[in-house]
């Protein structure tokens, strides 16, 4: 034996290029009395080939051989019985082997009998992610206004999974379809029957305040609320009747608007089914608002804005009585309509989930008590086949086609996009669904706030339901509070990877935990900056109170909001007044600055809007939250810079100028408890 050793050492010094200087001890491995070939520095002879070198007879025997690794420039040990391979020499009758040291990431599937493989199973190359764990791995740097590194320190209760079909373009598109008609048919609806436009962003809120009451099977369309009659649809519709009033700039400005309030006020009443009293109350202060105008010369500013409000004073309560009716009747149309467009999106969904032996399920009873970190929303039923969506990728940008449809968005957002859906999705590793629930996101988003994207990059149409927060702000809410988590995002605004989101059939691919309404949290530290939607706010300030009042673990909500102040009470009233408030401090209009809501399409110079009303910051906190995270004067101060206009900018430039110095997030670790 010690023959055919010491000549099979010869041989492999025959192979392999000279080496100098070499010990012993590196070419006689001490698991081993079998000598082997050191592992060499230099290339092999012959490298082009896929070369596969000799072995003793023991190792052959039990399957392994030995080729050269290319990548590495060393050698590596391949056992073609078990899939097995090793950078370091193998011992002999090894039970089993570790799949962390497979330098391949060949590893048969669990169960498998070794004997049947006989051939290495291809594998998709692993992602930077999971190529090294540990103290040792690269943590991997995405660039973009956001931190998706950032842990979650949210403990919720466990709860079911949704009851939802997963994402599905073709769906995607009809539930899309309908919903752009129902806006329309809102429109003509106020247009024909009111002779006025559809308020402005009335139809979005409207969706947001239907959602706090749907309990329907539409993750969109609303199709399952009571009361059916929106009261926020009401109302808005009712401030524009007979007109729409808005603050005119110039006293001829201010004249004709007066002028217009009149006439119109006058044709409801002379057109519609009014009472006689109320229309000669109406008739009256009518002939009187024209007697003044044409008697009245150099009537200033300030004459006809008062003349405007006496007469609205005097009309507004017959108008209402008047067209009470018919905006009530527009409201519940609008209503049955959606319900009956999300029975019909629901049967296209179920003949898709047959063709694949699939069926939406029951929605599961949430009877659990059990406390767990805070994870993305799961889905009952598997994924069927999707449709290819066509991938155009452009330098700055990437456009999505699918059915002549094109949605596009940033190459950064893209890149934020696959990082989220890398740390989120478990049923798509290969990423094979990846450009389709892309496309998804931006179909339903664009859908929901009633734009094409690109029009509204050419008009700079301010969207408020998703504009967030400027970078800096996350940073010090995170430096300074331990904030992890967002309460009212997307995952095209969102900064962390753990956040709430409306839709949490297509956003949950990409780290949603769904409605905020629906989470149960125990514990961790929160920034909720809801759309503006008093329906909503009101719901989740009862929502945090309520798990506020039930937890005694530390727990902590920050919550932005526009400040806007109306006579009856509005939910940032209910917050002020609120038991657990801790903190309250309000920042003027015109000195911060908000991130666009189209962020995702936007170039980097239009990204940031100087806010022209002014922002409240309230703390709600438990006891132990606190204790924790209270809001100090110093913690304050620095928020409070943080949302000063230009901080972004300069950050930007602080990172271009030295992109090698640490991130905030390092910095204050004291202050940080996880």
Sequence with gaps: ???????????????????????????????????????PQGAPINPNNFVEYELPFEYVQQGWKKFWSKRENRPYFWNKLTGESLWEMPPLNKPQFDPITDPLGICPPVGAHPVAMQSPIPVAKRRPSEELVGPQAKKFVLAGPWDLDVQTNVVIIERPPCNYMHSHPEVEAYRCSLLSKLRQCYQELCHSRQSIDAPKESFNRWLMERKVLDTGCDPLLPSNCYPEISMSMYKEIMNDIPIKLVRPKFTGDARKQLSRYAEAAKSIMESRNAEAESRKVVKWNVDET?????????????????????????????????????VEGICLKIYNLSAEYARKVREKSNIILKEH?????????????????????????????????????????????????????NATHLQKMEHLYRHSCFDDRKFELFIPRVWVVLKRYATFLGVNPSSAVASNDVHDTQASLPVTVFECLHRMFAVSFECFASPLNCYFKQYCSAFADCDSYFGSRGLFLHLKAVSGSFEAHPPYCEELLEATIDHMER?????????????????????????????????????????????HEFRHGLQHVLNRSELNIRSTHGTVIIWLQNQAGFSRWGPTEDRVEALLEAFRPGR???????????????????????????
């Design 1 to 39: 034996m010690n023959e055919e050793v010491e000549l099979k050492v010869q041989e492999d010094r025959q192979m392999w290029p000279p080496m100098d200087n070499v010990p012993i001890s590196n070419i006689v491995p001490t698991h081993t009395n079998i000598a082997i070939s050191p592992a």
């Design 290 to 326: 024209f007697q003044w105008l044409r008697r009245t010369v150099g009537a200033t500013y300030d004459d006809f804005q008062d003349r405007l409000a006496h007469l609205k004073q005097q009309c507004q309560p017959h108008l209402t009585e008047t067209v009470k009716v018919s």
């Design 357 to 409: 032996g699939l069926e939406l399920p029951p929605v599961l009873p949430n009877n659990s008590t059990r406390k767990v970190w805070c994870y993305p929303i799961q889905f009952q039923i598997g994924c069927t086949r999707l449709p290819v969506i066509e991938y155009l990728p452009d330098r700055d940008q990437a456009m999505l086609r699918f059915q002549g449809d094109t949605l596009v968005i």
């Design 547 to 591: 798990l506020l009042s039930e937890s005694h673990e530390p727990l902590s909500f920050v919550i932005i909001l526009p400040d806007y102040r109306e006579p009856t009470p509005t939910g940032l009233q209910r917050a002020e007044e609120s038991q657990f408030k801790r903190k309250q401090v309000t920042i003027p209009a015109y000195e």
């Design 648 to 674: 972004e900018r300069e950050r930007d430039r602080q990172e271009l100028l030295s992109p090698t110095r640490q991130g905030s997030t390092s910095d204050n670790k004291d202050v940080l408890v996880h």
